[in-house]
């Protein structure tokens, strides 16, 4: 049976006792009823994973020991969605959930001109990040910014494959997936696609307005691909799913 699995950020390779915050030693001792010589475990969000044994059972400052440390190693690309701010909080709640579960390394809030609500609870949103890696049981947590206006991120991005996820009917935009997948015909060696999967992906997904006509040329010039994520017209949250699982399964 697996062990219960907790995040606690400040700790490392060098960290050998732990006392771990009220909320987590209320649900350790509290609701799973653990005892002091127990095992659980720990991340820290970072790819390190930690066996711990607890020592202290007080169920607001628990104690833990450190028996085991490893490293696990990220063997996805960086995947980084960048999608638009949407009014209802629980839509991008629900995207920040799965987007994590599925495997996104990076989440950024964008600000468009469309986008109607700026506001955004940074640390509400992160703790949904958290429970969702706890509950996938990964030990990397998906880096969150605080949100960012489009035009600042577009001319700023360095990622090596960038994408655009637009609404506008236009003759050269291409299936995410055509885009993604290497053939023959496209001139490239297939013997190459490993190693262009590995490649840093990131895609712009806009609010529910959709991009501007100018937002779009200002993201083709800087070298942004259009690319389409089917044939339906899809919310701004569901669009950020589809796009997350294209590119993560495009990488596997």
């Known amino acids: 049976m697996a062990l219960p699995f907790f995040y606690k950020e400040d700790i490392d390779l060098t960290t050998t006792q732990v006392v771990l915050d009220e909320d987590t030693s209320k649900h350790i ?9 127990e095992k659980l475990q720990l991340t820290n969000g970072k790819g390190n994973l930690f066996t711990a044994e607890i020592k202290d059972d007080n169920r607001k400052k628990c104690v833990v020991t450190i028996i085991n440390k490893s490293e696990i190693k990220n063997p996805k690309p960086k995947i980084t969605i960048a999608i638009s701010l949407v009014k209802n909080n629980t839509r991008l709640e629900w995207f920040l959930e799965k987007a994590t579960e ?56 360095k990622q090596e494959q960038k994408f655009i996820a637009h609404c ?31 490649r840093a992906k990131l895609i712009l997904i806009g609010p529910e307005g959709d991009f501007t006509t100018t937002e779009i040329e200002v993201a ?33």
């Open 29 to 37: 001792v509290q609701v799973l009823r653990m005892k002091t010589g």
């Open 168 to 198: 506008e009917d236009e003759n050269n935009k291409v299936s995410l997936t055509s885009k993604l997948i290497l053939s023959e015909a496209e001139g490239l060696n297939p013997s190459t696609y490993p190693e262009r999967s590995r």
């Open 102 to 157: 599925i495997g996104v390394t990076e989440i950024i809030p964008l600000i468009c001109e469309r986008t109607e609500k700026t506001a955004f609870k940074f640390d509400r949103m992160k703790s949904i990040l958290v429970s969702a890696m706890l509950q996938s049981q990964q030990a990397w947590l998906p880096v969150l910014h605080e949100p960012v206006k489009f035009v600042t991120l577009v001319n700023q991005a």
């Open 220 to 252: 083709l010039k800087n070298n942004f691909t259009p690319v389409a994520l089917g044939e339906t017209r899809l919310r701004t949250e569901t669009a950020g799913i589809v796009a997350a699982t294209l590119l993560c399964i495009s990488t596997t």
